[in-house]
Structures are given as C-alpha cells and as structure tokens.
C-alpha cells in the first residue's frame, strides 16, 4: 500500500520520537512518504529514527525544535515548505503531565500547560498552512479519548487536547476552501507512548488499570501502531472526503 507516492513534499511530524509520533513516521515511509521529524532533545533517538524511516526506503530529516519558540518554528517550517513542500501536517507532541485532582491544580499551573500546549500546536498550523494549501494537504493532530470520555484527574492532559480539536474543527471549516482537510485522532489506554509513561511512573496503580481495562469493551489496551494506521489513514488520499472528524481509537472506551 502506498497512499502517498503521488504527493509531492513531505510529511511533517511534530513530536515525531515520542512513543506514538515514532510509529507514524515509520508507517508513512513503509507508505510512500518523505518525513521531516522534529525532537526536544533526544538526538541518539531522533538518529535511530531516522535511520529506520531511511532504511524502509524514505528520506527523513530530523530537526531540534523548542515550540514555545515561535521565530524558530517558523523559520524551520518556512524552509522545510520552500524546498520541495509539505503534503502533511501531524502533530504528535506533548508533555506527559502528571495525573490530579483540578482542585488541586494551581491556576498557574493550568495556565502554563493550557497555553503551551495550545499556543505550540496553533502556531505550528498557522506556519505550515501556506504550504499544505498549495498541496491540498491534510493537518492530523494526536489528541485523547479523554476529551470526549473524561477520566478522573487527568485535567492537565485532557483541557489542552480539547482546545486543539476545536480548533481541528475551525481549521477544517475554513481551509476546505483551499483543499486542506483537518482530522484528530484520540488515542484510548495504550500499552506504549505516554499511557505507558504514566505507568512506569507510578501515576496509576493495578487498581487504576483494572479499572480502565474493566471500562474497554474490547477488553484490551491497545499499542502506538494502532494510532498511526488511524492517523495515515486519515492523512491519506483515501480519506479524501474525511475533514473536521475527531476519530477515537480507544478499544470502544467513549462508545
């Protein structure tokens, strides 16, 4: 299957070492695609990453990027865009922010993850869109079933991730004029990508995940590659007729 040897340009993966972010590189080079990848500050990963998206036959190129800095932001999507464009934009970052109470959240604190969160992925997009005009291309951002299902304690996580499917739903209402589709996908209890931080950190004790496992139809969590065949699918031309659609991949969790 190779959805994306037609497009010229690149895809551009935002967060593209995290745990989910990682798994939708390899798949869109398996699929055809060139990827640029960005990283905070893991260079030993962003190489082997990089080195596998080349050996499944893709050019990569891996980029360090603050995204509270918005001069460097643009400036890198500006070059990415001006030689040989952008066909895709996924947004696959964010902090693994710790599980509380809201009343025991300063408003500091909400303040600070709000608008990182939402002011990163807002100024990434805005970058980007003069670019995946001109490709009639698609804007992906990896979200949270939270949002739709809210899970206690998990305000600091789920708050963001709600603004930025909003603001899928705006993008996709007023770029369609231009071509330009824009999809979310909500990732339920995974086995690996952040859920598996929180695990490893001790944010959820065996109570707390029999207790989620118990509200998973399917019975299961599932993994990061099941978030990215959602997330290629829909930047694919084969979801060519998909745009403003907040899809869950949760094992039936928010059904």
Do not use: W
């Not at 990061?224 to 899809?247: H, K, M, N, T, W």
């Amino acid at each position: 299957m190779q959805d994306f040897n037609d497009l010229s340009g690149t895809a551009l993966v935002i967060g593209g070492t995290g745990g989910i972010g990682s798994e939708i590189c390899k798949l869109l080079a398996k699929r055809g695609s060139d990827i640029a990848f960005t990283y905070q500050n893991n260079l030993e990963k962003a190489e082997s990453l990089s080195t596998q998206i080349n050996d499944l036959g893709a050019n990569s190129l891996k980029h360090p990027l603050d995204l509270d800095n918005q001069d460097d932001v643009l400036n890198f999507i500006q070059s990415l865009g001006n030689d040989g464009g952008i066909h895709t934009l996924i947004y696959a970052a964010g902090p693994v922010v710790p599980q509380v109470h809201l009343s025991n959240i300063q408003p500091e604190v909400f303040s600070k993850h709000l608008n990182s969160e939402v002011n990163a992925f807002f100024g990434v997009v805005i970058a980007s869109l003069p670019f995946i005009r001109k490709q009639n291309g698609a804007i992906i951002a990896v979200t949270s079933a939270a949002t739709d299902k809210y899970p206690i304690k998990d305000g600091l996580s789920a708050s963001p991730k709600a603004a930025i499917e909003i603001l899928i739903k705006g993008f996709a209402k007023e770029e369609g004029r231009y071509g330009v589709r824009a999809n979310a996908v909500g990732p339920g209890m995974l086995t690996d990508g952040m859920a598996a931080t929180l695990i490893d950190r001790g944010d959820y004790n065996q109570h707390d995940l029999d207790t989620a496992t118990a509200n998973i139809p399917l019975g299961y969590y599932g993994n990061a590659i099941d978030i990215a065949e959602a997330v290629c699918f829909l930047a694919s031309p084969r979801a060519r007729y998909i745009s403003g659609q907040i899809l869950n991949v949760d094992g039936g969790y928010t059904a």
